[in-house]
């Protein structure tokens, strides 16, 4: 008599994908705290440094959101899950293109527009860096 043991295999996201997507919460999140700074202390250089980082929070979730509709369609049962996150993905990367044209302004006229939109984009990567990583736990198969 043989046994047969059913082995699910657990997939999650791929390493460089969970790298891109992780490395877009502090970027976005350092932008915010840059413009908090800057409506502290009226020196341009926390603006400008706060340009730096939407920038590159934009080519990180940019990536992510390419690896994100690479695993769209890897996704087999569960591909609501993925289809919500990669829109949630979208919809920070637009924010974030906002956020970048609004802090291309002239110093002072960025402000409050350009922190606010940076507190929303940052609020907007820790959601799709919580489902994207909650697809890991649920177990989606390759």
């Avoid at 790298?19 to 800057?38: H, K, R």
């Avoid at 341009?44 to 992510?64: D, K, N, R, Y």
């Avoid at 302004?105 to 527009?113: G, I, N, S």
């Avoid at 489902?131 to 989606?140: E, M, P």
Wanted: hydrophobic share 55%; charged share 10%.
């Amino acid at each position: 008599m043989t046994a047969t043991v059913e082995r699910t295999v657990r997939s999650g996201l791929h390493p460089l994908h969970a790298v891109l997507l992780a490395g877009t919460i502090p970027l976005f999140l350092g932008a915010a705290l840059s413009d908090y700074a800057y409506s502290t202390s009226y020196h341009i250089q926390w603006s400008t440094f706060s340009s730096w980082l939407i920038v590159g929070g934009l080519v990180f979730t940019g990536f992510a959101l390419l690896a994100s509709i690479i695993g769209l369609f890897r996704a087999d049962r569960r591909r609501g899950i993925a289809l919500v996150y990669l829109c949630l993905l979208l919809v920070t990367w637009i924010v974030g293109f906002i956020n970048a044209l609004v802090h291309a302004r002239d110093a002072w006229a960025m402000m409050p527009t350009g922190f606010v939109l940076s507190i929303v984009v940052t609020v907007l990567a820790c959601a799709a860096t919580w489902i994207g990583f909650s697809r890991i736990s649920a177990g989606v198969k390759p």
